[in-house]
């Protein structure tokens, strides 16, 4: 199994800001397009948003459009999500992956990092 770390998420204000970080220390991300997932209480998982393998292409889900940024670091082996303008529809556990051909998850979900936007 692959160790997906995510870090980074926490208690914030509606209109706050957050920044999602994710490793891995057995495998790496430079030949695989990354994704940002997330599951809200008592719904399923939703993609959120996608890197390309050398970052040149970018896609979000239409909820965080203009809000979301999504970036990586291949040398660091490292992706990323810049969350600026939080709601409290964005209250979720975060997970990053790798993604196949078919553009599903590849690996196995790590722990996650829960994201509460409360006032």
């Known amino acids: 199994q692959v160790p997906l770390v995510e870090s980074g998420g926490g208690l914030d204000q509606p209109g706050g800001s957050l920044r999602l970080s994710c490793t891995a220390s057995?495998?790496?991300?430079?030949?695989?397009?990354m994704a940002w997932f997330r599951q809200a209480p008592g719904k399923g998982r939703e993609f959120v948003a996608r890197?390309?393998?050398?970052?040149?292409?970018?896609d979000y889900t239409s909820s965080v459009k203009g809000r979301f940024t999504i970036s990586r670091d291949n040398f660091k082996n490292a992706v990323y999500l810049q969350m600026n303008n939080l709601n409290p529809e964005d209250t979720a556990v975060y997970y990053c992956?790798?993604?196949?051909?078919?553009?599903?998850?590849?690996?196995?979900w790590g722990q996650g990092t829960q994201v509460t936007v409360s006032s």
């Open positions: 992956n790798a993604l196949n051909a078919a553009r599903t998850p590849l690996w196995s």
């Open positions: 890197i390309t393998s050398i970052g040149d292409s970018t």
């Open positions: 057995l495998l790496t991300f430079n030949p695989y397009d």
